[in-house]
């Protein structure tokens, strides 16, 4: 499968962005998501996924802000982002996992988009 993120943006602290993340290939339903970030000289980190089933899970750092879905007609996942602060400020990434089992480790996934930038400014 290939991935094309998209959406990011500059946007104030407390406003909102909903990035996409466009899957050609295999449908997204066949494989659990997610959407990992990184900050400059940080680690990537999760951020939520959404498994074959629909279930969705998120960091502590932003759950109640962010909403992961999934449209199967388009063959896209979305992360809708409210409320967002500088902290936030990273280049996002969706992925796609193979296992049977949605991890929120970036070595369980097996094919990553190109990124998305997002800034928020205070």
């Known amino acids: 499968v290939q991935l094309q993120a998209s959406g990011g943006g500059l946007v104030q602290a407390g406003g909102s962005l909903r990035l996409s993340c466009a899957a050609s290939g295999r449908t997204v339903s066949s494989y659990v998501m997610g959407w990992f970030r990184q900050a400059p000289g940080k680690e990537r980190e999760f951020v939520a996924h959404i498994s074959r089933s629909g279930s969705t899970y998120y960091a502590d750092s932003v759950k109640g802000r962010f909403t992961i879905s999934r449209d199967n007609a388009k063959n896209t996942v979305y992360l809708q982002m409210n409320s967002l602060k500088p902290e936030d400020t990273a280049v996002y990434y969706c992925?796609?996992?193979?296992?049977?089992?949605?991890?929120?480790?970036?070595?369980?996934?097996?094919?990553w988009g190109q990124g998305t930038q997002v800034t928020v400014s205070s």
């Open positions: 992925a796609a996992s193979n296992y049977g089992v949605a991890y929120t480790l970036v070595a369980k996934y097996d094919y």
